[in-house]
């Protein structure tokens, strides 16, 4: 079981019974939900843009990526707020926990669910209006040891998020940096590759914990 304070194993916590003791986890689906509504708050920032009413589509249905949507407790809270989602997820045993939701629910025709990896996204060009991640990003250089294979990954990935953005878009990522070199490479993919914003913690002096990384397509 995920607990509290302690960084989650992937993919050993999200598979089989996990999967099912994550979904069922009020802990967790709290969590998940504030870390969504703060990272909407995030979305429509003003300092990243002076003239934020027009970067933020609002009263439109933007279309958002929820990127690592796990069992879709982040994508329904997107859905709550005026979005509509497509939740992408590399495990089926959590995606498949989505897939029931939103069969039971009919309310839930604005979330599409895709199983595949953040690093191959099977997204258009230019075709969404905002990406968000909660608890997932970090998991995506799972697997590499080696400092400059991360730095590609991380760099590739943030050049292709670029590019499946419309003009304006933006991306708000909320992760856990295991330490001060990933928080920076982490960081740095993404104002390197055609992307400005900032990052917000919310215990400053902490170089790990709970981060978010607001960026907009320049
Ligand atoms: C903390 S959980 C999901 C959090 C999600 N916000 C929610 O509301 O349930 C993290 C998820 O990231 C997914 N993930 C990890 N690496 C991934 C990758 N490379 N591509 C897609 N999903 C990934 C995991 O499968 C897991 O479901």
Redesign the pocket.
């Known amino acids: 079981m995920v607990r509290k304070n302690q960084l ?1 194993k ?2 050993d916590d ?1 598979i089989n019974d996990k999967a099912e003791e ?1 979904d069922s986890s009020k802990w967790m689906e709290r969590n ?1 939900k504030r870390s ?1 509504l703060s990272s909407i708050q995030y979305l429509i920032e003003d300092k990243l843009n002076e003239d934020w009413v027009s970067g933020i589509i609002v009263g439109d249905s933007p279309l958002i990526l ?10 329904v809270i997107l859905m709550e707020n005026g979005f509509r989602v497509i939740g ?4 089926n045993d ?1 995606l498949s926990k989505a897939r029931e939701k939103k069969r039971n629910f009919k309310d839930y025709k604005d979330l599409e669910l895709v199983l ?4 191959y996204l099977p997204i258009k060009v230019n075709s969404v209006d905002h990406i968000i991640s ?3 990003y970090n ?2 250089t ?1 697997g590499l040891q080696n400092y400059g294979e991360k730095v590609k990954l991380l760099n590739d990935t943030a050049k292709y998020l670029n590019k499946i953005l419309k003009n304006k878009g933006r991306v708000v990522i909320e992760f856990y940096p295991k330490d001060n070199q990933e928080l920076k490479i982490f960081n740095k993919s993404f104002i390197n590759n055609g992307f400005e914003g900032f990052m917000v913690k919310n215990k400053p002096n902490q170089k790990s914990g709970q981060t978010f990384l607001l960026m907009k397509k320049c």
């Open positions: 989650p992937f993919p999200y994550y998940q969504t929820d990127l690592g949507c796990g069992t879709g407790f982040s994508s992408i997820d590399i495990l959590m595949a990896d953040i690093n909660i608890s997932s998991f995506i799972h």
